[in-house]
């Protein structure tokens, strides 16, 4: 599973991040997701009812679908029964590791440092997100993959249009389109038209 999910993420390069108090219908989002080109989607923890719109998603289509900022192994294991097919850490979460890999189910941790970085792949992460990216720009990534030249990194926080092509340049194997993608007003008016003209100016700025 781990070979296939990372060679998938290296082909789709953009995961969409969602953050948002209220999802209409998250099935529907998924689908303007991918209408403009975003096949991986990340349902962020820190949004009510997560589990319940991790179900609604799965049943309609389960690809690409997982969630994020998962902290504790508890939390793990109730996202991975809703259906969440792997699992994102905003830091090095040993508990979350270690129930993603009881599960079968990837993992993306979360390091800012080299030492972090170290400890994720310690902890047996598929690929570690650079959390958050913006604060230090592409220039990071690249000067990581010095010595990590092998480790799947993927950015995240504050990538935009502007930014996504350098960070997957300078040696990003993917990159997180939060905010900048689903914003959580349109989100909440159920703007799918306006959120896949996001999400393909974005994939489009990633060619
Ligand atoms: O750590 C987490 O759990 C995260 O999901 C990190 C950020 O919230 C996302 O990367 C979205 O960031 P923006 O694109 O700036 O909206």
Known sequence: ????????????????????????????????????????????????????????????????????????????????????????????????????SAAGVP???GALSPTEVGLALDLGADAVKIFPARAFGPGYLRDLAGPFPDVPLVASGGVDEDNAAAFLATGARAVCAGSNVVPPSLVAAGDWPEITRRARAFTDSCR
């Open 107 to 109: 993992v993306v941790l």
């Open 1 to 100: 599973m781990t070979a296939d999910f990372l060679s998938q993420l290296s082909k789709d390069r953009v995961i969409a991040v969602v953050r948002a108090p209220e999802i209409p219908d998250a099935a529907a989002l998924c689908a303007a997701l991918r209408a403009g080109g975003i096949r991986w989607i990340e349902f962020t923890r820190t949004t009510p009812g997560l589990a319940a719109h991790l179900r609604r998603a799965v049943a309609e289509d389960g690809d690409g679908i997982g969630a994020g900022t998962v902290m504790t192994g508890e939390q793990a294991e109730e996202l991975i029964d809703a259906g969440a097919r792997y699992l994102v850490t905003p830091g090095c979460r040993p508990d979350v590791a270690k129930a993603a």
